[in-house]
C-alpha cells in the first residue's frame, strides 16, 4: 500500500492524447467502486515511487482531490525508464488496445530516448523490425505534421506514407493536403505519391476519385491507381452506349 503523494507520474506516458469521455468514466467507477486494479510502479527512492501502469488512474484522484494521505495497492517492479515503456506497451495491448500513435511513441521513447537496439525492441514489443522502422520515420516529420497526429487530425497510417517523402518536399506536402482532408485511404495516398514520383505533381493533382455524370440515369467513378484505373459504371438499360463510351474515352484522356 503506498501513499498517493507518493506516486509520482510517468515523464512520458505513451497515451498522450486525454479522452475526456473516458476520463469521466473512469471518475464515475471510481467513485462508486474505488480502484479495483493495482497499480504497477517503481521504487524512486527516499520512499518515492513512479507509476509505470495506472498514470490515468493517479492523474484522475488528483484531479478529485483525494488526500496525500489515501494509500492504494500496488505492485512495485524493478528497473528504468525502458522497462516502463515495455510494460505499458503489453499491459495496455491486453487490457485495452493501443491507438497506432501510442505503439509508435512506444517505438520512438525505447529507440530515440533509450536508445535501445531496434531488434532488442522488436522483441520487447513483439513487432517486426519493418513496422519498427516505419514508426521511427514518423518523429523526423516537421513539427506542424507531429501536432497534428497529437491532436487527432492526421491519422498514423497517413502519417507512415507522408514520411516516406520527406526528401522531396512538394510531394510530402501534396500527400499531405490530401491526408489532412480525411477522406481518403493510406492505400490510396500511397498510390497517388508513386503516381507525383513517376509522373509529376501536376498530374497527381487530377489523379483523385471523380463521378462523372452521363445523363440523368447514369454515372460513373474513376479511382486512378498506380497502374491503371477503377472504373465503376452505373448505366441504365435504355442508355446510350456511344455517349457513355465517349465520356469514358475524355475521362481516360484527362488523365493520361
Do not use: C
Amino acid at each position: 500500500m503506498i501513499r498517493l503523494d507518493k506516486l509520482n507520474l510517468a515523464a512520458e506516458s505513451l497515451r498522450r492524447v486525454i479522452n475526456p469521455g473516458s476520463d469521466t468514466l473512469l471518475k464515475r467507477s471510481i467513485e462508486e467502486h474505488g480502484i479495483y486494479v493495482p497499480l504497477i510502479v517503481s521504487h524512486l527512492g527516499k520512499g518515492e515511487y513512479v507509476v509505470w501502469d495506472g498514470n490515468r488512474r493517479v492523474r484522475i484522484l488528483k484531479e478529485m482531490g483525494w488526500a496525500g494521505s489515501r494509500e492504494l495497492a500496488a505492485i512495485v517492479m524493478e528497473g528504468g525508464d525502458k522497462e516502463s515503456v515495455t510494460a505499458q506497451f503489453n499491459i495496455n495491448q491486453i487490457r485495452e488496445r493501443l491507438s497506432a500513435l501510442a505503439e509508435a511513441e512506444a517505438v520512438r521513447q525505447l529507440v530515440i530516448d533509450q536508445k535501445t537496439d531496434k531488434i532488442e525492441v522488436g522483441r520487447l514489443l513483439l513487432k517486426s523490425r519493418t513496422w519498427i522502422n516505419k514508426s521511427l520515420r514518423i518523429w523526423e516529420l516537421p513539427k506542424f505534421i507531429l501536432d497534428e497526429l497529437y491532436k487527432g487530425k492526421l491519422a498514423v497510417s497517413h502519417a507512415m506514407v507522408i514520411s516516406n517523402y520527406m526528401d522531396q518536399p512538394k510531394i510530402m506536402n501534396l500527400l499531405h493536403e490530401e491526408a489532412i482532408k480525411g477522406d481518403i485511404s493510406h492505400e490510396r495516398l500511397s498510390a497517388l505519391g508513386v503516381i507525383a514520383v513517376n509522373k509529376g505533381i501536376a498530374k497527381a493533382r487530377r489523379y483523385k476519385p471523380k463521378r462523372v455524370k452521363i445523363s440523368d440515369k447514369s454515372w460513373f467513378r474513376g479511382e486512378p491507381l498506380q497502374q491503371g484505373v477503377r472504373i465503376e459504371l452505373h448505366l441504365d438499360a435504355k442508355e446510350n452506349i456511344n455517349l457513355a463510351v465517349e465520356k469514358l474515352r475524355e475521362y481516360l484522356r484527362q488523365i493520361a
